[in-house]
């Protein structure tokens, strides 16, 4: 499938995914350029798009927000084959008066014309609506980015070999062991099955899993299990105290957890990153083709999508603003528009419906109150250890703020989150000055016992 660029007009430039992954902001001069590109009569391996960024891109701060967003969430139904205890969007049932597949389909036809970059497909589970293959197709043919969170058991061959290849697909993957899961219907035949069918079918796959006390123990089983069968490293994801797991406080990790939690992520983290002298070999055969030429834009739906996001992130530092409801936005499956899914499973900051309002006004008019929010109005992180030390925290979130210190903008990380943010940062810039690089590919296993350890936001790194 030919990859077109998906971009987007904003003050006095453009922002685009480009096929390699890069997203920014350019000059204007650039949309004719991708207009032909995206048409076929310009080859994107031709153009020097270095030419084109903005350094210093012009931006309106007040209620800064992007002409659309650069990532949008669907939830196509809240229906569930699971209720797990820590789901965020309370999935199991479906909504009420949930809006229709040719809902659902001209929505993405908007996110297109807006020039939204990338569209996360979600539940509920995807595969629980009897849609979910032509939903996917036709997000396919559309210039966004798509990616799809999935918990992977509905999942058939046939369904997968419906869908174009070089998919990008997130499957949520809780417990090793399907007896001890709050998940449950999961284990590592049925996973093995699964990753070997998006194989066969040319797709993209990564396990993520919402770590908690409940798994801490089968994680690392995970781990070293898709490293030993060559998949892609498992995105580690904190559970927070959100949406079901606030039903559940049981399954959050405590302060007291923090050391043993540290020494699984640190085994986990080591068979994934490679020493100075692979990271090297890794790179070198990457930078040209066979014939010594340079490498291509070959489109990499993994790249593309972690790009984005940092992309996001990028903007929050750059305007100290919240990058929810200004560059991100999460879309019910009754149509309700919220910032985010963090909004959503409080149901607070809820915008208008796109069954009551197009999606164009939705974004323009109806965040005002949530985009009035800066970070500048947190208070408690004056005296915070995590700001002291420089790091970029993300838990100034009105609604997990909410949840965790009763005021919107109180803060949104427990004790627990906020020395996993301090020694995650310190292993980091350790294993950053000794050359190490996180890698989606696990290194060959050591003899020799790992190096210190930690816990965090390596996603990011």
Not at 117 to 137: M, N, S, Y
Not at 214 to 224: A, G, L, S, T
Request: with cysteine; hydrophobic share 35%; proline share 5%.
């Amino acid at each position: 499938m030919v990859r077109t660029i998906p971009f987007q007009d904003n003050l006095a430039s453009i922002v685009a995914l480009l096929p390699d992954g890069q997203v920014d902001f350019f000059h204007p001069q650039l949309a004719d350029i991708i207009h032909e590109i995206n048409a076929g009569a310009i080859d994107a391996n031709t153009v020097d798009f270095e030419a084109y960024r903005l350094s210093e891109p012009w931006v309106e701060m007040d209620q800064f927000h992007l002409s659309a967003p650069a990532i949008a969430f669907v939830e196509i139904t809240n229906l569930c084959n699971l209720t797990c205890d820590h789901c965020y969007a309370w999935s199991g049932p479906k909504r009420q008066a949930e809006i229709s597949t040719d809902e659902i389909l001209q929505l993405l036809d908007t996110f297109e014309e807006m020039g939204v970059l990338q569209v996360f497909l979600t539940g509920g589970e995807v595969f629980a609506h009897k849609d979910a293959v032509k939903i996917i197709r036709h997000a396919r043919t559309k210039s966004f980015s798509t990616q799809i969170f999935t918990n992977g058991t509905l999942i058939t061959a046939e369904k997968l070999a419906a869908i174009p290849p070089g998919q990008s697909f997130f499957i949520s993957f809780d417990t090793a062991h399907p007896e001890r899961t709050i998940r449950g219907k999961m284990n590592f035949p049925k996973l093995r099955d699964i990753y070997g069918w998006m194989k066969d079918h040319g797709h993209v796959l990564r396990t993520a899993i919402s770590v908690h006390r409940q798994n801490i123990d089968d994680v690392e089983e995970i781990f070293d299990w898709c490293a030993d069968n060559d998949f892609p490293r498992p995105q580690w994801l904190e559970t927070h105290p959100i949406g079901r797991a606030l039903l559940n406080p049981h399954i959050q990790l405590e302060r007291e957890d923090i050391d043993r939690v540290f020494g699984i992520y640190e085994r986990c983290m080591d068979r994934y990153q490679l020493s100075p002298e692979e990271a090297e070999a890794a790179r070198a055969p990457a930078a040209r083709d066979m014939s010594g030429e340079p490498k291509s834009l070959t489109p990499e739906p993994e790249i593309r999508g972690v790009e984005t996001i940092k992309f996001c992130q990028r903007l929050e530092r750059a305007t100290n603003q919240e990058k929810c409801g200004r560059s991100v936005v999460y879309v019910t499956s009754q149509g309700k528009v919220y910032p985010c899914s963090n909004c959503m499973s409080n149901d607070i900051h809820q915008a208008a419906s796109i069954t009551e309002k197009a999606f164009k006004r939705i974004w323009e008019e109806d965040f005002g109150p949530f985009r009035d929010i800066t970070f500048d109005d947190y208070d408690a992180c004056n005296t915070c250890a995590v700001k002291q030390a420089g790091i970029w925290c993300q838990f100034r979130c009105p609604p997990l703020a909410q949840n965790v210190s009763k005021s919107q903008t109180g803060c949104g990380a427990t004790e627990y989150l906020r020395e996993f943010m301090l020694r995650s940062n310190a292993y980091w810039d350790a294993r950053r000055r000794d050359g190490y690089k996180l890698s989606l590919s696990a290194a060959p296993r050591q003899d020799a016992p790992s190096q210190q350890g930690t816990t965090a936001h390596a996603e990011n790194v």
